[in-house]
């Protein structure tokens, strides 16, 4: 096992530091009228190597580097795997367009970089202080990106909204932390899992997971932690929504999974009717609050919500089914919404021309491709066969109903009928005669860099609805490894 | 043995017709299209009537393994296609109507917009609809299940820039997704009882335990239900079949009434081994089959939109087929589906060919008179109306009249079953005749024959449709006058080849039959038929301004009936209206909050919206939202201390 030299095990993290330090270092002596989207292109090769490291190290035995704090198994390259293209594709789509002149746009791509180095850590560290750790850089640079529309009042409120709100809910993860800590005396996941039996004050670490609980729930915005969610997408720039509303939250996802079946599988009494409720809370509240939305991003980020209960169902399943479902689930969630986020900031620009569903009318026209890829996704989102959204919703209610919840079966697919119904507004609106006085005629023709990240996306959504296989068999994969660390019942 | 049949290539060929006018229609000729789209459909009906003739030489059923599609864990699927004689029945009806109705199209659709759109559709849906009831597994069958719905919402919108096409499509989608909820509810119970969704694994783990009855069969085959009433339009789902008349009329033929809305018969044919355990689901269907047909029926009689009249008829005629599987009669159901697959398709493109004719008018009641003037739909369409009548020796009449039997002599309640289907078999033949006599006899009331001397824009007068359309209209009236004789049932001096051909795989081991007076019952809804047509000629030949008067003497009925017992109105009350209710007040009003009105504070530069900043972090919107925040986190640590778990049980 030693014969892994260390740095092997954080690769994709070191390679994208360097990247962004390299950006940091190479933007102040650039000449001032260059444009920066050279930044965007070196970042993105960055993350083609990050990329590559991480599928590199599927071949890396199981194994744990720097004191037992970082683990490399098939759980966390999974999802290194997923993080890295959904920010290789953020990239792209922030490359198209965000405007030439724009000033900033170095530090932008730092940004998003160093976010990314966050949430690998996120999914890989297996003691609580280094997930903690890598949350706060991912929020960090999340909060800044979320301020980037400076010239926009909408900007630097969603920025602060975020920050203030994310400060609070990181809290409560720490004091989580803390109380675990004080419960079992360590802040590594397996060890936790030990002694959490021997434990002389189990009742603290049931209070440690709700507070835990109520950091990841606010991260990934599931109800009734969601209430940031809209403000923050409407004033955010498209492509850092598109990042922000997968990346961070897959990590958290990730980070969830492994204290609840890593740490905490004794508590599962505990922990699984909460996860039902916020599943339950999460799915209903985010679709009928998307009912009556007019905003397109703010119907986005209400739909996000829907989607984060979703995921979480798969959460009280209790098995290596229900862990994979979740991973494939937040796969399948990550195309289609990055795509998503992807069209909505060519046609929308980084500034948003377009906000309002009536704004998007007759988008199918004037830009067929992507009007197309646009109603493709929405479909996914519904859950249509052959498109990854379908399979996702099939793993996920299928492994809870394995477990003999039906009634969050039930509710759930319920939900996603309530869902059906704004998706086709949006839809039919793509689709629909434009006004005359559109906004529409403002739009560019899409460049390269978009072509290439909705393309991307848009494979990655139908190889997900028809041949879900390989990516499935990985997602167990990462599942099984995990459950046998944590070896319970 | 036999060699591969290739089944594979039945719906792969309309796929890629779907892709070539989809992709390229739009810069082709209109010929082109057409020719595209109609051998996309001829090439598998040849091979399906290809396969039908040496069919007794197949081992059955036939699968067809194309590959793995979804392994490991608990459960596997395949990209697997089966044939049987259940499956040969529906490819048979679906290639061979579904061609009939593309030639149909070809003409009808002559002078639309989008025409490569709507052909490039109507093969997109001949792909789905042919994955359903190709498929070996139940997976496989949903995404045919849930590919015709996507169709179906793609053809009843067709018309998108008319608003009430673009509702009528998404209510069609959303209620459809109620009922596929239920099916995929029932999926996952299957995976999880059975291990498996092939239907040969299912069925023959079902068969394995004879002590299985009731129970969770009874919950999957209740979640079937629901989905075959989202699919077949029976209550409570049935509301989005008469709106989906605002698609193209050969659409309603095709679509809504010969192929898709059968495919909830045919899902609860195929998992009859289940039904079969559970008398309670059974009963279930029977009284929603026969619920709905009267209920539709007596709506139908007062609709004046001639196509809306066969909606509502479609509705009414699946409840007779979902009251035969209710009563155990599968291959009387299958029966039924065929033959209404040639009077009902054989119905709407003649009324297609009358709307034709008058220059898109659907309302019977400026129609009138027209038998001279459209003399070929005069015939083919009397054909149909007698079919659907029950009159012999149509095609309805042997079909009908054997679930009526069936039902009579089933042992649970069958009499009521039957009488409630003899009613509705009187009201069938007078609204049909109704129908018949206010679109061709009486009074021309057209606006041509008001002002003849007039000369207009752009209607050429009243015109018999050309021989594309009527062709396929003939071929079916053949069909519906001589379809019936495959089932004549022995009690008549017949063979029933249906129920022999379908009999290996449908008839139940055990099923408790008993015996009844076969012909004197249908001597009787032969009178019953006959009566209805008599009324009719009273009220809408012989004294055509009775309707109206006795419309007026039973208003409240009439005004009850008119409205459809206003569902519409309390679905609408009762679920629509809270949901958005919620969504608006408590969720918009009181927790999101929004962004406080941006727009002005724009223009300003950094330092001034440094200011805004510092207000509007003062104006409370983020203390509430941090109230909520503090608000769910107390909640959830008190709920998490006092362990309601222990008490609670959320399975």
Same mark, same amino acid.
């Given at each position: ?489 | ?463 018999? !449709?050309?021989? @594309?359309?009527?062709? *396929?209209?003939?071929? &079916? /009236?053949? %069909? =519906?006058?001589?379809? +019936?004789?495959? $089932? ?21 081991? !055990?099923?408790? @039959?008993?015996?009844? *007076?076969?012909?004197? &019952? /249908?001597? %009787? =809804?032969?009178?019953? +038929?006959?009566? $209805? ?21 039973? !208003? ?96």
């Amino acid at each position: 096992m030693n014969t892994v030299p260390q740095i092997f095990r954080i690769l994709p993290e070191v390679i994208l530091t360097v990247t962004g330090v390299l950006i940091m270092l190479i933007e102040p002596v650039m000449p001032k009228s260059a444009s920066r989207k050279s930044m965007g292109w070196l970042s993105v090769l960055g993350t083609l190597a990050a990329l590559g490291a991480s599928l590199w190290q599927y071949q890396l035995p199981v194994g744990t580097a720097y004191f037992g704090t970082i683990q490399t198994d098939a759980f966390s390259v999974f999802f290194h795997v997923l993080i890295c293209s959904i920010v290789l594709v953020s990239l792209l789509a922030a490359i198209s367009s965000a405007p030439r002149e724009m000033d900033t746009l170095g530090e932008y791509f730092g940004l998003v970089v160093f976010g990314a180095v966050g949430m690998l850590f996120m999914t890989s560290a297996v003691e609580l202080l280094v997930v903690f750790i890598g949350l706060e850089i991912s929020s960090i640079s999340t909060y800044i990106l979320a301020a980037f529309r400076r010239k926009s009042a909408k900007g630097p409120e969603a920025g602060i909204k975020y920050l203030l709100l994310g400060s609070f809910a990181t809290a409560f993860f720490l004091y989580g932390i803390a109380m675990l800590f004080g419960a079992t005396g360590t802040t590594v996941i397996s060890q936790i899992a030990d002694r959490l039996g021997s434990s002389h004050l189990p009742l603290l670490a049931v209070a440690g997971l709700g507070m835990i609980l109520i950091g990841i729930g606010f991260k990934v915005s599931a109800a009734p932690f969601q209430v940031w969610t809209p403000d923050v997408y409407e004033g955010s720039p498209s492509p850092v929504v598109g990042l922000m509303s997968t990346a961070p939250k897959a990590a958290a996802f990730a980070v969830l999974l492994r204290i609840l079946y890593g740490a905490l599988p004794t508590l599962h009494e505990y922990w699984v009717p909460l996860l039902w409720w916020l599943s339950a809370l999460s799915m209903t509240v985010g679709n009928l609050g998307a009912l009556r939305q007019r905003n397109v991003k703010r119907l986005l980020a209400y739909s996000s919500i829907a989607h984060a209960g979703y995921l979480l169902a798969a959460f009280t399943a209790l098995s290596a089914d229900g862990i994979a479902a979740a991973s494939f689930y937040a796969v399948t969630y990550a195309a289609m919404n990055v795509g998503i986020f992807a069209v909505v900031s060519y046609a929308g620009g980084y500034d948003d021309r377009l906000t309002l569903i009536e704004d998007y009318r007759g988008l199918a026209y004037r830009a067929p491709v992507m009007g197309g890829a646009m109603a493709f996704f929405l479909m996914s989102l519904i859950g249509i066969p052959f498109t990854g959204g379908f399979f996702g919703k099939f793993y996920v209610f299928s492994a809870a109903l394995h477990s003999g919840f039906l009634w969050l079966g039930i509710i759930g697919l319920l939900n996603s009928g309530i869902g059906a119904f704004y998706y086709l507004r949006l839809i039919a609106a793509l689709y629909s005669k434009p006004s005359e006085a559109a906004p529409l005629n403002q739009i560019p023709r899409p460049s390269f860099a978009l072509l290439l990240g909705v393309f991307l996306t848009v494979a990655a959504t139908l190889i997900l609805g028809i041949v879900p296989g390989r990516v499935l068999a990985m997602a167990k994969a990462g599942a099984a490894t995990f459950y046998s660390v944590s070896a319970s019942k | 043995m036999t060699d591969s049949l290739h089944l594979w290539l039945i719906p792969i060929v309309p796929f890629a017709g779907f892709l070539v006018n989809g992709l390229v229609g739009r810069k082709l000729p209109r010929a082109l299209v057409s020719a595209i789209a109609l051998i996309a459909t001829l090439i598998p009906f040849l091979q399906v009537a290809n396969i039908w003739f040496h069919f007794s030489s197949i081992s059955k059923p036939y699968v067809e393994n194309l590959g793995s599609w979804i392994v490991g864990g608990a459960f596997h699927a395949d990209f697997a296609l089966q044939l049987d004689q259940l499956t040969m029945i529906m490819l048979l009806i679906i290639t061979g109507v579904g061609f009939l109705i593309h030639v149909y199209s070809t003409g009808y659709m002559a002078h639309e917009d989008g025409y490569w759109r709507f052909f490039a559709y109507l093969n997109l849906f001949m792909f789905f609809m042919l994955t359903l009831v190709l498929a070996e597994n139940f997976l496989l069958m949903f995404v045919g299940w849930e590919g015709v719905g996507l169709a179906s919402y793609l053809l009843i919108g067709f018309y998108f820039l008319r608003d009430s096409a673009a509702q009528a499509g998404k209510k069609a989608f959303v209620v459809n997704r109620i009922g596929d909820f239920g099916f995929l509810l029932a999926m996952f119970l299957m995976i999880s009882h059975f291990g498996s969704l092939s239907y040969h694994d299912v069925f023959a783990v079902v068969a394995q335990h004879p002590e299985w009855q009731g129970g969770f069969i009874t919950v999957i085959a209740l979640f079937l239900i629901l989905g075959a009433t989202g699919k077949s339009a029976q209550i409570p789902l049935y509301i989005w079949l008469p709106d989906a008349m605002e698609g193209p009329t050969p659409v309603s033929a095709l679509i809504h009434a010969a192929t898709m809305v059968t495919a909830g018969i045919y899902m609860v044919a195929r998992t009859h081994a289940i039904f079969d355990r559970s008398p309670f689901a059974l009963s279930t269907l029977a009284i929603i089959g026969a619920a709905t047909a009267f209920f539709a029926a007596t709506i139908g009689i007062v609709q004046t939109d001639i196509k809306r009249v066969l909606a509502y008829s479609t509705v009414s005629q699946l409840g007779y087929m979902v009251m035969a599987l209710g009563v155990a009669a599968y291959s009387s159901a299958l029966f039924h589906v065929l033959t209404h697959a040639f009077f009902k398709a054989l119905l709407f493109l003649a009324a297609g060919s009358v709307i034709h004719a008058v220059s898109g008018e659907q309302d019977m009641r400026v129609m009138g008179g027209l038998w001279k003037k459209i003399p070929i739909t005069f015939v083919t369409m009397t054909v149909g109306v007698v079919a659907i009548s029950g009159i012999p020796p149509f095609a309805g009449f042997f079909s009908k009249d054997e679930i009526l039997y069936q039902a009579f002599i089933s042992p649970n309640g069958g009499k009521i079953l039957w009488f409630v289907g003899l009613v509705t078999a009187f009201l069938t033949s007078f609204y049909m005749f109704r129908l018949w006599y206010m679109t061709f006899f009486g009074e021309n009331r057209t606006p041509e024959a008001k002002h003849d001397d007039h000369s207009h824009g752009h209607s050429h007068g009243i015109h018999e !449709s050309p021989l @594309v359309m009527t062709v *396929p209209l003939m071929i &079916l /009236a053949v %069909l =519906s006058a001589i379809g +019936g004789f495959l $089932g004549v049932p022995e009690g008549m001096w017949g063979h029933n080849e249906i129920g022999h051909f379908l009999g290996p795989i449908l008839d139940p081991a !055990s099923r408790v @039959v008993g015996e009844g *007076p076969e012909l004197a &019952l /249908a001597g %009787l =809804s032969v009178l019953v +038929g006959l009566a $209805g047509w008599a009324m009719a000629h009273y009220f809408y030949y012989m004294k055509p301004e009775l309707p109206a008067k006795l419309a007026q003497q039973f !208003s409240a009925v009439h005004r009850l009936l008119e409205n459809k017992y206003w569902i519409d109105e309390i679905y609408e009350g009762l679920i629509v209206t809270p949901l958005l209710l919620v969504s608006r007040y408590v969720l918009k009003g009181l927790i999101d909050t929004g962004i406080i009105d941006g727009a002005g504070m724009a223009a300003g530069g950094t330092a001034q919206g440094l200011g805004a900043l510092v207000q509007r972090v003062q104006s409370g919107n983020i203390r509430s939202y941090a109230g909520w925040l503090a608000f769910g986190a107390a909640v959830l640590l008190v709920v998490t201390y006092f362990g309601f778990t222990a008490h609670f049980s959320v399975r």
